[in-house]
C-alpha cells in the first residue's frame, strides 16, 4: 500500500476521532441525552474493512458504530444532527447514538441488543443467493457479542448455507465492564467458529493495512465462491464502555499503556518513517478538525425536531 | 384467475406457499424440516421438490432462522419463515420484537422489513406446558407486527396470502388441530386482499360474541344453543387481531348493547381485555360486558385437566344468560 492510501486512511481515523471526542463533549456538557458508545481506539478496524468493500456491500454494526457508519461514508453533519435532535439527522431521531441506520450508505445499522445484528446480517447475506446480486455482508461485534446464542447460530447457519457474509469480532478485551478472559475459558475466540467450518484468523486490528488486506482477500474469494469467513481484530478501547463510565474496572495506567499502539499513533509514526514530515501529518489532523468543525456547527444551525420532525412521530410504525 | 378447490386447513396452506413461490420470485421458505420433509404437519408437502432451494431445511436455530428473515426482507426478499410452535418463538423474541418490528420506523420509512412469519399454537391434547399455550397476546403488544389468526381453509389461505403481500412483519398463528380438517371447497388465485378484517359468523341482536382461533367452533355451538334460552348471538371473529376490526365490532355493540369475548388465551394481560377496555374509553354504551379465557394457570399435559379449563359451549352460553339475564 502506498503513502496516499495510508494519508487517506489516517485522515479518515483521525475524522472519526475528532467526531467522536466532539460527541464526547456535547454528551458530558448535557447538549442532548441518550447511552453514547464512543469508537475511540477501534478506528483502523471499520476504516481498514470499509476500504476494501464495495458500494454494494453491506455493514451491519454494533451501537459503537458511529466509526463505521463514517467509514461507509454517512456525513459527520447527519450523525450530528441525529444526535441533537435535529432535523436532517440520519434517522429524523429516531435512532438516536446507538441505533440509527442508512441504508443508502450500504450502512444498515447499529443495533443495540448485543450480538442481534449477526442473524439479521447472515439475512441479507442468504438474499445475496437469490437476488443475483454479488453483494458482501459484513456484520461486526464485540468479544462480547461471542457469548450471545444468537451470534452462533447465525454462524452456524452461514456455514451451513455457505453464505457470503464476514464476521468481524472486534476483540478489545472488555465485555462492556468486564474482561473477555474472565467470561470464557478458551481465549482464543478464533476456535468457535473454526469448529462450525468456517475459517478465522486473528488480525491486528490496530493496523489498518492489515486490516485491509485481510478483508479484501475475504471480499474477493467470497464474491467467487461465497462461504463465510470470521475474523478476530485485537484491539482496544480508549474510553469507557458508555460515556459516563467511571471505569473503576479498568487497572491504572492501562490506557496509558495503549498510547504507542493504538491505530492512529501507530500509522502516524509509519507515515513518518516513509518519509511524511510531522508538518505534514499536523496539517491532516488540521484539515479533519476543520471538517469536523464545521459538521457540528452546521448541524448546531438546523431546526430542532420539535419543529418538524415531532409531526411526523406516529408514521412509519407500518406502511 | 379464481378457481375452486377441494382442500383442508392445511392443504390451503399449502396452496398459498405454492402460489407465493410461482408468482413473486422474491419468496424464499424455510424453517426446520420444511422442506425434504414436508414439514411436522405436512403443510409444505410437495414445495421444495416443486420449488428447490427456495424452499430448505433449516438448524434448530429460531433465533437465526427469524433474524435471517428480517436481514433478507430488509434486501428486497419476501421470506416465509416456520416457526413450529409459537412456543419456541419465545427462544427468539429478540428478533421479533427488538429486530423486526422496529425496522420500519427506526429508519424512518427508509427500510421495511416484511416478512411473514408462519406458526401455530393450540391448546391440544397430548401437549405439555411448553407445546399447548395461547400467546397471541405478546405479539399484539408490539407496534410494528400484524397478527392474524384464520380457523377456516379460506381464512388460511387469504390471510397467507395477504401476509405475503403486506409490506410489514406478520406472525400468521395457525392451529395444529385444524391442519388436518375436513375438506372444503375453497377460492383459490383471486387478487390478494389488504390484511385486516373479520368475518360475521352470525347475526344476532342480544349480545355481540368476539372470539378468535379454534374455539371459534365452542362459540358457535352456543351461539346454536341461545335461542332455546331466548338469546339471539352476534358472532364475530377476529381472524386479524392486528389490524384488529375495530369498525365492525363498534358497530355491532352499538346494536347488541352487550359483548362478551371469548378467547383460549388465559385472561390476564389478553387482548380480550383491551378490546373491552376500548369499549369503555370509546363511550359505548353497554348494559354488560365480559370476557372469557382460561384461569392463569400452567397449561397441565393431561387431556382430562386440560378440559377442566377450557371454556366450553356451556360455559359461554351461561355467560350469555347472565349477561342479559341477570345484569339488564
Known amino acids: 500500500m502506498g503513502n496516499d492510501k495510508r494519508v487517506e486512511h489516517l485522515r479518515d481515523m483521525i475524522e472519526i476521532r475528532l467526531f467522536e471526542n466532539a460527541v464526547f463533549d456535547l454528551r458530558v456538557s448535557g447538549e442532548y441525552v441518550g447511552s453514547t458508545h464512543l469508537y475511540n481506539g477501534q ?92 453483494r458482501v455482508t459484513l456484520t461486526a461485534f464485540g468479544d462480547g457479542a461471542m457469548n450471545q446464542g444468537a451470534v452462533t447460530e447465525a454462524m452456524n447457519f452461514a456455514a451451513t448455507f455457505d453464505l457470503p457474509v464476514i464476521f468481524v469480532c472486534e476483540n478489545n478485551s472488555y465485555s462492556e465492564l468486564t474482561p473477555i478472559r474472565d467470561m470464557v475459558r478458551e481465549q482464543d475466540l478464533t476456535r468457535r467458529p473454526e469448529a462450525l467450518g468456517i475459517p478465522a484468523q486473528k488480525i491486528d486490528g490496530n493496523d489498518v493495512v492489515a486490516v485491509e488486506a485481510a478483508i479484501s482477500g475475504a471480499v474477493a474469494e467470497i464474491r467467487s465462491k461465497s462461504g463465510p469467513v470470521f475474523f478476530e481484530m485485537m484491539t482496544q478501547r480508549l474510553q469507557g464502555h458508555y460515556v459516563g463510565d467511571p471505569e473503576h474496572y479498568r487497572p491504572k495506567g492501562e490506557i496509558e499503556s495503549y498510547k504507542d499502539i493504538e491505530p492512529i499513533a501507530r500509522l502516524r509514526r509509519e507515515l513518518n518513517s516513509n518519509g511524511i514530515t510531522d508538518a505534514e501529518l499536523e496539517q491532516i489532523t488540521a484539515e479533519a478538525s476543520k471538517t469536523i468543525d464545521r459538521a457540528l456547527s452546521q448541524a448546531k444551525m438546523l431546526p430542532g425536531l420539535e419543529q418538524t420532525a415531532v409531526r411526523d412521530v406516529r408514521e412509519h410504525v407500518y406502511g | 384467475m379464481v378457481e375452486q378447490a377441494g382442500v383442508n386447513y392445511g392443504g390451503a396452506i399449502n396452496a398459498a406457499l405454492r402460489r407465493c413461490l410461482a408468482e413473486d420470485e422474491r419468496t424464499i421458505f424455510f424453517g426446520e424440516d420444511v422442506g425434504k420433509p414436508g414439514g411436522v404437519f405436512g403443510v409444505s408437502k410437495g414445495l421444495h421438490a416443486e420449488f428447490g432451494n427456495r424452499v430448505f431445511d433449516t438448524p434448530i436455530s429460531e433465533t437465526a432462522m427469524i433474524g435471517a428473515g428480517v436481514g433478507a426482507a430488509m434486501m428486497g426478499m419476501r421470506p416465509v419463515v416456520e416457526i413450529m410452535w409459537l412456543d419456541f418463538a419465545m427462544v427468539a423474541f429478540d428478533q421479533i420484537v427488538n429486530q423486526a ?37 405478546f405479539l399484539l403488544h408490539v407496534p410494528g407486527i ?29 392451529n395444529r388441530g385444524l391442519y388436518a380438517g375436513p375438506k372444503t371447497e375453497i377460492n383459490i388465485g383471486a387478487e390478494p386482499s389488504e390484511i385486516g378484517g373479520s368475518v360475521l359468523r352470525r347475526e344476532g341482536s342480544d349480545i355481540t360474541i368476539v372470539s378468535w382461533g379454534p374455539i371459534i367452533s365452542e362459540v358457535l355451538a352456543a351461539g346454536d344453543q341461545m335461542p332455546s334460552r331466548g338469546i339471539d348471538a352476534e358472532i364475530i371473529e377476529a381472524v386479524w387481531l392486528n389490524p384488529f376490526d375495530w369498525n365492525g365490532l363498534i358497530r355491532s355493540v352499538k346494536k ?55 371454556p366450553s359451549a356451556e360455559s359461554i352460553v351461561a355467560a350469555a344468560v347472565e349477561a342479559i339475564w341477570c345484569r339488564s
Not at chain 2, 416484511?114 to 400467546?135: K, V
Not at chain 2, 392474524?148 to 403486506?166: F, G, K, L, R
Open chain 2, 256 to 310: 347488541t348493547r352487550r359483548l362478551l369475548v371469548v378467547h383460549e388465551a388465559n385472561v390476564t394481560g389478553g387482548f380480550g381485555g383491551e378490546i373491552l377496555a376500548r369499549v369503555v374509553e370509546w363511550d359505548i354504551q353497554v348494559s354488560h360486558m365480559r370476557r372469557l379465557g382460561l384461569p392463569d394457570v400452567v397449561v397441565p399435559a393431561s387431556p382430562v385437566l386440560m378440559n377442566e379449563l377450557r
Open chain 2, 101 to 137: 418490528a422496529n425496522v420500519r420506523y427506526v429508519s424512518n420509512g427508509k427500510l421495511s422489513a416484511p416478512l411473514t412469519i408462519r406458526t401455530q399454537q393450540g391448546y391440544l391434547p397430548g401437549s405439555c406446558a411448553q407445546h399447548a399455550q395461547n400467546l397471541e397476546a
Open chain 1, 43 to 134: 478506528e483502523a478496524i471499520a476504516v481498514g474493512a470499509c476500504a476494501a468493500l464495495g458500494e454494494g456491500d453491506a455493514v451491519f454494526s454494533t451501537y459503537r458504530g458511529h466509526g463505521w457508519a463514517m467509514a461507509r461514508g454517512v456525513p459527520a453533519l447527519s450523525l450530528f444532527a441525529e444526535l441533537l435532535n435535529r432535523t436532517g439527522g440520519i434517522c429524523e431521531g429516531r435512532g438516536g447514538s446507538a441505533y440509527f441506520t442508512a441504508p443508502d450508505h450500504g450502512f444498515f445499522g447499529e443495533n443495540s441488543i448485543v450480538g442481534a445484528g449477526a442473524p439479521i446480517a447472515v439475512g441479507a447475506a442468504l438474499a445475496a443467493k437469490y437476488d443475483d446480486s454479488d
Open chain 2, 146 to 174: 400484524r397478527v392474524c389468526m384464520p380457523t377456516t381453509p379460506q381464512e388460511a389461505y387469504d390471510s397467507m396470502m395477504s401476509a405475503h403481500y403486506c409490506d410489514d412483519p406478520v406472525v400468521v398463528i395457525e
